[in-house]
């Protein structure tokens, strides 16, 4: 049964890939760039799911890193560089200012982790916001070029989301081989018990350093991406809101599972579109439908799917067991 259920599961995944490239042909291009926006922020919430789901550390910073490689993007795109030189460069740049951020987590935890990561973002929002000879300041940076593959523009909006669902693919694909290997099972094993972890011979210190760095990679990857989409960007995208925005991805979706980031994603990005139709009451029906979630299913959307799958899994032996006296035969 397992072998043909992994059988299935290329097919399912290559089929809904399938679905969702051709999905913009029905389309407006509102609803196209709802999908590309759900698509760049689900690779900022895999890499915050990666940090806080799977490794355990509890981060408020990772707006910062995806306007750190926003910022990477428009100013180097904008100035002549090729988009292709650029993206690597912000994920890099995220890598790197990501690994010097984890020293702080090899000393304080939980909700004292927390208040620094989120004085960092306070920081990096101040410097997007006051140092205008390098941001543009609240005037932002306008006209952000999106970039052509092999000769083919991504101007319109359809090829710029199939760049983006390319993106969003291989980053899954990377991060499901990475949680099987065993870095992902040293993480899982900083997240439960970091003393026990430590004494079966874990480098607790570069696995911290290691989770905080991927995390923050994948941010700026997913910046670099936002630049072109929006082709304008300020800082008021990149402040705690947007924090509290990615956090809210992962644990809707559901902390420490591989999928969890996308349904969050696609719970934050178009459930307040759905919500619409209430006319002004839209923003409060959201927080409404979020905090029951998060009251009645605080593992998430498919937390509560896998718990339920278990219960029936359970109770099947019991429904096909002989009862009464036929027990005894």
Not at 178 to 187: D, H, K, M, N
Request: glycine share 12%.
């Amino acid at each position: 049964m397992r072998r043909g259920r992994a059988g299935w599961a290329p097919l399912a995944a290559g089929a809904a890939v399938v679905a969702l490239a051709l999905l913009p042909h029905a389309l407006k291009p509102y609803g196209i760039y709802l999908l590309s926006r759900w698509a760049v922020f689900a690779i900022a919430a895999i890499g915050l799911n990666l940090t806080l789901g799977y490794a355990g550390q509890v981060s408020m910073a990772q707006a910062a890193f995806f306007g750190i490689g926003a910022y990477t993007v428009a100013l180097l795109t904008t100035h002549g560089w090729s988009f292709w030189l650029a993206l690597p460069l912000a994920t890099l740049l995220g890598f790197g200012i990501g690994w010097g951020l984890g020293y702080p987590a090899l000393r304080v935890q939980h909700h004292y982790l927390a208040f620094v990561t989120l004085a960092f973002t306070t920081l990096a929002f101040l410097v997007f916001r006051n140092e205008a000879w390098l941001t543009g300041g609240v005037f932002g940076i306008d006209r952000i070029p999106r970039p052509s593959v092999l000769g083919w523009s991504t101007r319109p909006p359809i090829a710029y989301f199939r760049l983006c669902l390319a993106a969003l693919v291989l980053v899954l694909a990377g991060t499901g081989w990475l949680i099987r290997s065993p870095w992902g099972r040293a993480f899982v094993a900083l997240r439960e018990n970091p003393v026990r972890a430590l004494s079966l011979g874990v480098d607790t210190r570069a696995y911290t350093l290691l989770a905080f760095a991927l995390g923050a990679a994948l941010g700026g990857l997913a910046g670099g991406l936002h630049a072109p989409l929006v082709q304008f960007i300020d800082p008021t995208s990149f402040g705690l809101g947007t924090s509290l925005e990615l956090l809210l991805m992962v644990i809707v979706g559901g902390a420490g599972y591989l999928l969890g980031p996308l349904i969050g994603a696609l719970v934050d990005v178009l459930l307040p579109e759905w919500l619409r139709v209430t006319a002004g009451w839209y923003l409060i029906s959201y927080a409404i439908l979020v905090m029951a979630l998060m009251a009645f299913c605080p593992s998430g959307i498919l937390g509560l799917l896998d718990r339920a799958a278990r219960h029936a899994a359970a109770r099947a032996p019991l429904a096909g067991a002989p009862v009464g006296g036929e027990a005894g035969r």
